[in-house]
């Protein structure tokens, strides 16, 4: 079965410092990989994908995510965080019709 | 291009009781997908329609969950003889037609939380 795990419930980091949020997969096949984010009583907002081509995805707000096939990750990244990207962040690996998310990661950007 | 819509935005019902939320897709998507999230959980998957087709539903839509999308555009779920346990946010999410370069990114709405008293 497809799956991912985020292995951190929390990261915290200061604002203009760079961030990562951990993401590592278990698939058969190709994997089609995906993050979103999530803010406070609202649905998920499509961050950036992973199909196929270069490992270094580029993403909304200034996201990017590498994908790594030999570490089976994929994490994302931003060069310098803001407070505004406090949040929660999703996973997810597509099995099927559907996506199977991981538990999320709370980034705590500290001003 | 509006976003994907659902309503009601909160329910609150008594155990017992049967509810029925509703999701508009983004317009011309064919494809439409329904999850249930829990605090402190990612969401998970319940169930996706392509057109009025309902072509896979997780073991967790048990047989007091059905949803059904009659023409191919709007969706509803509905919860009969809801429990405590079904409290969470219901999400719904559409993706674009299959084609050329299709890679079913889903685009989610704002989800409709239920709470079971």
């Known amino acids: 079965a497809q799956s991912v795990a985020q292995p951190e419930d929390q990261v915290n980091v200061a604002e203009g410092n760079p961030l990562t949020v951990k993401c590592t997969y278990s698939?058969?096949?190709?994997?089609?990989l995906f993050w979103y984010v999530q803010y406070p009583n609202r649905g998920l907002q499509f961050l950036l994908k992973y199909i196929t081509g270069d490992n270094l995805v580029k993403g909304s707000y200034g996201f990017e995510a590498e994908f790594n096939k030999s570490q089976t990750s994929f994490h994302l990244k931003k060069p310098s965080a803001l407070v505004s990207d406090s949040a929660l962040y999703f996973c997810?690996?597509?099995?099927?019709?559907?996506?199977?998310f991981g538990k999320g990661t709370r980034l705590s950007v500290i001003a | 291009d509006t976003g994907v819509s659902q309503n009601p935005r909160h329910k609150i019902t008594k155990r017992g009781q049967n509810v029925t939320f509703r999701c508009d897709p983004i317009?011309?998507?064919?494809?439409l997908y329904w999850y249930r999230q829990t605090l402190g959980q990612g969401p998970e998957f319940l169930t996706y329609f392509q057109n009025e087709a309902q072509l896979e539903k997780s073991r967790l839509l048990s047989d007091r969950f059905s949803a059904e999308r009659p023409k191919g555009s709007f969706s509803t779920l509905e919860i009969q003889r809801t429990e405590q346990g079904d409290s969470a946010m219901y999400l719904c999410a559409s993706s674009p037609n299959p084609g050329p370069g299709w890679t079913d990114t889903q685009y989610f709405g704002p989800g409709t939380r239920l709470t079971v008293l």
């Open positions: 997810a690996v597509r099995s099927s019709g559907a996506l199977v």
């Open positions: 317009s011309e998507h064919n494809r």
């Open positions: 698939v058969s096949g190709n994997p089609y």
